[in-house]
Each structure stands twice: as C-alpha cells, then as structure tokens.
RNA sequence: GGGAUCGUAGCUCAGUUUGGUUAGAGCGCCGGCCUGUCACGUCGGAGGUCGCGGGUUCGAGCCCCGUCGGUCCCGCCA
C-alpha cells in the first residue's frame, strides 16, 4: 500500500501495484470488524482485501486518478506482511539523492517510475529479439568465462581454479566468438548480451553494459545499415517516440570537417568553418604561431550574440581548455561595426572577410580556434555543444539519426610508439586502401560505421576481414609479431584456414539507446542494479574482500599495489 | 591519473561569505481530534557523531590539511 489517509471513522487507503492504484475505503460504519485494523496500516505494508467495487458518489470522483471513478469497500483485511518506514518515500514525486537510491534501489525500482523504465527496457528487448528473429537472425550464447586479449578496454579477470595462476577474461563483447559463429555457418546471429569493460565509468558508461550483438555472413554496408535502421524505427515505434524520415551518411572526415566530432549532434546548426588562408594573410600571433606548427585556423558563427558580455566571453576558454584548446578568439559585428579584444591584432580589413567566412551577419558572434587540427576540432565541437545547451537550440522533439563511415583504420598511439586500431583489430580495410597497410598505415580506411543519435554513438560496427593474409598483413601493421598474433588470436586464424564467408556486423548499446528513447539523463536509470562511477554497488558492497580461504584455493596472494 | 562540485534531522535543503549563546525549515515519523479524503485537514511531540580523522583558535558546521563517499567532465573506454 502507498498511503493512508484517516478521517477518523472513515480511512481512505491507496492500494499500489505494477498496473496503478485503486482507492480503499474502511467505513467505521459498514465494517466496523475491519476498520480497527486499518487504523495501523502503513505505507508499504503488504496487504490482501476483499470487498465490493463501487461507483463513487458524482462528487467524489477524482478526474486525477485513472481509478478515479470507483474505489473499493473492503470488508476483510489481511496483513501480509509489515514495513518499516522507508528511507524516503516511495513515490514518483519524491526528491532523492542518487545515493539514496542506489543504496535502496529495491524502493527506487518500486516507484512507479522507475518501475515503468524497466518494463520499458524489457518491451525494447522483446522487440529487438521478435524482429531480428522475423529476419532470420537466430539468438547463440557466447561464453563469459573467455581469453584475455590485446588492444581494447582493461580485461576484468576470473582466476582459474582448475589451472592455478591462469585467469579467464570476461568479454568486452562477443567480437570474436560472433565471426566464429559465422565460420560456424550460423550465417545470421544475434544476441542481447552483457559486455565487461574494467574502465572509468561516466554518466553513459557502466563496467558491464549490455550490447544488442549482430552478425552476418555475406553482407555489405548498405544491407547492416539498412538492417539497424529498421532495428532502430521498431525501437523509436516500440518508445513512442517519433523517428526522423531520413538517416543520412557522413564520411568519418566530413563529420570531422562540419561538426568537429565524430558522432555530431545534428539537431543545430553551428557548423565549422576552416578559415586558415584568411587567417595566413594576417599578423596575428595566435594564428601564425599555429599555422607555422602546422595546424589550421576554424571557426564558427553563433547568430544573435554579439552581445555577449565580457564574462560570458572569457568563459568560453573554460570551455575549451579541458579539450587542450589554449583559448577562443572572438570577432562581432555589433551596431554596424566590428567588436573584438584581438580586433587591432587582426585588422579590420581581415576581420570582415574572416566573419564572412563563417556566415556571420549583424548581430553575430565569430568564434574561431588556432590550434592543431584534431584540438581545434574537438574545442569547437564543445562550443557548439555548449551553445546548444545555453541557448537550447535543439527543437523539443526532434531526434536525428545519421551514420559516420569510412573511420580511420588505426590511429597513432603515442604513449606506445605503434599503431593502434580504431575499431578492431578484426575490421576490413577498404580494399583500394590495402596497398597502403605497410606503406602508409595512417591513410587507410577502414570499412566501419557507426550510427549516431543525437550525439550519442548509439552502435557501431564493420565488415570483418575474412581472409587469414589480410588479417595477418593488419596484426603487421598493429605491430604484432607472428608469435604473438598466433598466441592470443590463433584459434581465428585457425578457423580462417577452413573457409569463412565474408562477414560483417554491428553491435547496439542497449542501455545507451534505452536511456535516450526513454529520455533519461543517465545510463544508470535503465539500468536495474547499476554501479556509482566509482565502481561501488551501494546495495550490495560490492567489490568486497574474500576469504583467505577462497584465496588459497585459488593460489593467490595479495601485495601491496606498487606506488605509482 | 587529472579537474570541478556536493556531503548538516529518516528525506530534501538553509546556515559556511565575515568563526561566537540553545544549529533551523519543509516533508516524513509518533500521539490526539476529525464521515468523503485523494499532497486530506488540524493540535501537540520526538528526532542532529554537521561524512570521517587531524590541525589552527579562548572558541570550528563555518578556516587549513588529509581521507571516504555521491555526481559531472578530461584522459581512458578497439
């Protein structure tokens, strides 16, 4: 029960369950062996009653309420079970911190609310596994209990009890065993499964997270996309939320050359502008000094805000900084006349056309960034995110869908001096590309996507290679020596050697996509028993120490974790 | 690993700027009254290691150092 209301010889209680809420009426008068006992009801006592359902009285409706128009007088009452006073009240209206809930996140679960956002959850599986199931695709377990490998997110580890001194890994997906399963000649497979990465967590990111997983044999780009998008719009239909009419398909570089980024959030304008000629004709230090280092010079126009204070101005550094921006340099046009504090560095002559260049008019706001490339994409993509924010340009609503292809094969890692894969290790070059695996790692694409929505990477996911030469040529480049290749992915290039059918996939984050049909601010609210961002369950406590017994079993002993 | 921010009654918060008598509010809780409530009303009451530890001071919720925990971000997350 939720809550009792006492009129003295009339109490009116509200009986809650997954569905709603009915009223109770105990009457001194009509059932004066009942009534008593319900002087001690409590809010979340357990209880069963018999009783008549009646019409209320005209005047006693309450249009509020979808049982508004009857309640029931009981005439017997069973407690079935007590309840302490809960910690806070369970209720939708509520205020709560997070803590709370998480440390009672069985009452949290009870709120209607939160109930609903897990029914909610389970209704997008069902759908996710009726239509994937119409289309072929059948649902195959992968182990948990798995191989430890290179690349990718830190491996949480299960020690070995069999085999002292060896641990499995737990999955950061299903990515291997899912090619398997086409080798296997499963030729469409599916699974909603959980993935275990041990990395920091985020407000979007959680240690075990659960991937809406899909392969197929033969594929091309177009077929997984044109698959995930009919996967999605049942997704949108299945929330209630309305899907955008169109999906459009940006190259990785023109997501990078518009945006800035290379999941954008498409629902504003503000795009980029490289400004770097104009920016060359100048004598501006902060511009030279960049383009000497052989960065660029990009800019973006925000409309109506020239007259921004000096504050607000300053503040957009902040903005930048934590991207390794070293500051906003920003141009007006305000009453007619150009504004500025690098106004005298720039000239007015330059000021105007670089203005221009980013389309802005009277009134207008020209930010611009001289940096290297990649930061100076990454500070304006964060500009434009907080614009977005501060002058809630985003339409309620509205919801944009698009795809970014056509990724970087591998990406420079400076900290271990090789390349490293942007996707996989397991991803497909473009074929015209492959020449260039050994000549010129950095220039070849790979055969990757990712469909992005409102900003968020939603999935993502590649046509796989399927030949053991180009796999081995990609481990090269990765800087894996034969050895090792064989070592840690030998049973693929085993199976690769039996013939394997061209292949590809993508891979959903569930509660990622869950989260944004259901309009929540974090991952957590979909999640039913989710982890602090430290890592801490605070209703079970767990991670917890062992046994020294457990330990020994395992032949492990702890140490000290060695100064950093 | 780094940055920001929060921690005061069961819950949500004020009080911290400028250290000073007995730390407050709303909700909840407990008790009384009430026959049409539905955020019931009304009268009364109880309830505090100010996250924890140390320091400065005649005196610390308030200042300093450390630590634990929540949240957000950077790095990280193929």
């Given at each position: 029960?939720?809550?009792?209301?006492?009129?003295?010889?009339?109490?009116?209680?509200?009986?809650?369950?997954?569905?709603?809420?009915?009223?109770?009426?105990?009457?001194?008068?009509?059932?004066?062996e009942?009534?008593?006992?319900?002087?001690?009801?409590?809010?979340?006592?357990?209880?069963?009653?018999?009783?008549?359902?009646?019409?209320?009285?005209?005047?006693?409706?309450?249009?509020?309420?979808?049982?508004?128009?009857?309640?029931?007088?009981?005439?017997?009452?069973?407690?079935?079970?007590?309840?302490?006073?809960?910690?806070?009240?369970?209720?939708?209206?509520?205020?709560?911190?997070?803590?709370?809930r998480?440390?009672?996140?069985?009452?949290?679960?009870?709120?209607?609310?939160?109930?609903?956002?897990i029914?909610?959850?389970h209704?997008?599986?069902?759908?996710?596994?009726?239509f994937?199931?119409?289309?072929?695709?059948?649902e195959?377990?992968?182990p948990?209990?798995?191989?430890?490998?290179?690349?990718?997110?830190?491996?949480?580890?299960?020690?070995?009890?069999?085999?002292?001194?060896?641990?499995?890994?737990?999955?950061?997906?299903?990515?291997?065993?899912?090619?398997?399963?086409?080798v296997?000649?499963?030729?469409?497979?599916?699974?909603?499964?959980?993935?275990?990465?041990?990395?920091?967590?985020?407000?979007?990111?959680?240690?075990?997270?659960?991937?809406?997983?899909?392969?197929?044999?033969f594929?091309?780009e177009?077929?997984?996309?044109?698959?995930?998008?009919?996967?999605?719009?049942?997704?949108?239909?299945?929330?209630?939320?309305?899907?955008?009419?169109?999906?459009?398909?940006?190259?990785?570089?023109?997501?990078?050359?518009?945006?800035?980024?290379?999941?954008?959030?498409?629902?504003?304008?503000?795009?980029?502008?490289?400004?770097?000629?104009?920016?060359?004709?100048?004598?501006?230090?902060?511009?030279?000094?960049?383009?000497?280092?052989?960065?660029?010079?990009?800019?973006?126009?925000?409309?109506?805000?020239?007259?921004?204070?000096?504050?607000?101005?300053?503040?957009?550094?902040?903005?930048v900084?934590?991207?390794?921006?070293?500051?906003?340099?920003?141009?007006?046009?305000?009453?007619?006349?150009?504004?500025?504090?690098?106004?005298?560095?720039?000239?007015?002559?330059?000021?105007?056309?670089?203005?221009?260049?980013?389309?802005?008019?009277?009134?207008?706001?020209?930010?611009?960034v001289?940096?290297?490339?990649?930061?100076?994409?990454?500070?304006?993509s964060?500009?434009?995110?907080?614009f977005?924010?501060?002058?809630?340009?985003?339409?309620?609503?509205?919801?944009?869908?698009?795809?970014v292809?056509?990724?970087?094969?591998?990406?420079?890692?400076?900290e271990?001096?090789?390349?490293?894969?942007?996707?996989?290790?397991?991803?497909?070059?473009?074929?015209?590309?492959?020449?260039?695996?050994?000549?010129?790692?950095?220039?070849?694409?790979?055969?990757?996507?990712?469909?992005?929505?409102?900003?968020?990477?939603?999935?993502?996911?590649?046509?796989?290679?399927?030949?053991?030469?180009?796999?081995?040529?990609v481990?090269?480049?990765?800087?894996?020596?034969?050895?090792?290749?064989?070592?840690?992915?030998?049973?693929?290039?085993?199976?690769?050697?039996?013939?394997?059918?061209?292949?590809?996939?993508?891979?959903?984050?569930?509660?990622?996509?869950?989260?944004?049909?259901?309009?929540?601010?974090?991952?957590?609210?979909?999640?039913?028993?989710?982890?602090?961002?430290?890592?801490?369950?605070?209703?079970?406590?767990?991670?917890?120490?062992?046994d020294?017994?457990?330990?020994?079993?395992?032949?492990?002993?702890?140490?000290?974790?060695?100064?950093?």
């Open positions: 029960m939720r809550r009792r209301r006492d009129l003295g010889s009339l109490v009116f209680v509200d009986l809650r369950d997954r569905e709603g809420i009915v009223q109770l009426v105990f009457s001194e008068d009509r059932h004066p009942v009534f008593a006992a319900a002087k001690d009801l409590r809010p979340e006592f357990v209880i069963a009653v018999k009783g008549v359902v009646e019409n209320r009285m005209p005047k006693d409706v309450n249009p509020h309420m979808a049982t508004g128009a009857v309640e029931v007088e009981v005439s017997e009452l069973e407690v079935l079970a007590q309840a302490e006073t809960p910690p806070f009240a369970v209720e939708d209206e509520s205020l709560v911190s997070e803590e709370m998480l440390q009672y996140r069985y009452l949290d679960l009870r709120r209607p609310f939160q109930n609903a956002r029914v909610a959850r209704r997008l599986a069902q759908r996710t596994r009726n994937l199931s119409g289309e072929g695709f059948i195959i377990e992968t948990f209990l798995t191989k430890s490998t290179p690349e990718g997110a830190r491996d949480f580890l299960v020690p070995s009890r069999l085999r002292p001194g060896t641990f499995y890994a737990l999955p950061q997906s299903p990515q291997l065993f899912k090619q398997l399963c086409m296997a000649g499963f030729d469409r497979y599916f699974q909603i499964v959980k993935c275990f990465r041990d990395e920091d967590l985020r407000a979007d990111r959680q240690l075990e997270f659960t991937q809406i997983d899909i392969e197929l044999s594929p091309t177009d077929l997984i996309m044109s698959l995930a998008e009919r996967l999605t719009l049942e997704l949108f239909a299945e929330a209630g939320v309305t899907a955008p009419e169109e999906v459009p398909r940006l190259t990785f570089a023109q997501a990078m050359d518009r945006y800035g980024c290379d999941k954008p959030d498409t629902r504003f304008g503000l795009e980029l502008k490289t400004v770097s000629g104009i920016a060359a004709a100048t004598g501006f230090g902060v511009f030279r000094g960049a383009l000497e280092a052989g960065g660029c010079v990009r800019g973006l126009c925000v409309p109506g805000q020239a007259g921004m204070s000096r504050k607000q101005i300053e503040d957009l550094n902040a903005v900084k934590p991207f390794g921006g070293k500051g906003v340099v920003s141009l007006m046009r305000k009453g007619g006349a150009l504004a500025g504090a690098a106004l005298k560095h720039i000239g007015e002559g330059p000021a105007e056309a670089l203005l221009d260049a980013v389309g802005a008019g009277e009134g207008d706001v020209g930010l611009f001289a940096d290297a490339y990649d930061t100076a994409c990454a500070c304006l964060a500009l434009r995110l907080h977005s924010k501060a002058l809630n340009l985003v339409e309620a609503g509205r919801h944009d869908l698009l795809w292809h056509r990724f970087p094969m591998f990406e420079w890692s400076p271990e001096g090789r390349w490293s894969a942007k996707h996989h290790p397991f991803t497909m070059p473009a074929q015209e590309h492959w020449d260039l695996l050994e000549s010129d790692p950095g220039k070849v694409e790979a055969q990757a996507y990712d469909l992005v929505l409102d900003g968020n990477e939603i999935g993502g996911g590649s046509l796989r290679i399927h030949r053991a030469d180009i796999q081995k040529r481990f090269r480049a990765l800087g894996f020596s034969e050895a090792s290749a064989q070592e840690k992915f030998g049973f693929l290039l085993d199976a690769f050697r039996y013939g394997t059918p061209p292949h590809g996939g993508i891979a959903f984050g569930f509660d990622r996509l869950t989260m944004l049909l259901l309009g929540c601010d974090s991952i957590r609210d979909v999640i039913p028993f989710p982890k602090t961002t430290s890592g801490l369950c605070l209703m079970t406590g767990s991670p917890g120490t062992v020294e017994k457990q330990l020994e079993e395992l032949a492990i002993s702890l140490r000290e974790k060695r100064p950093e």
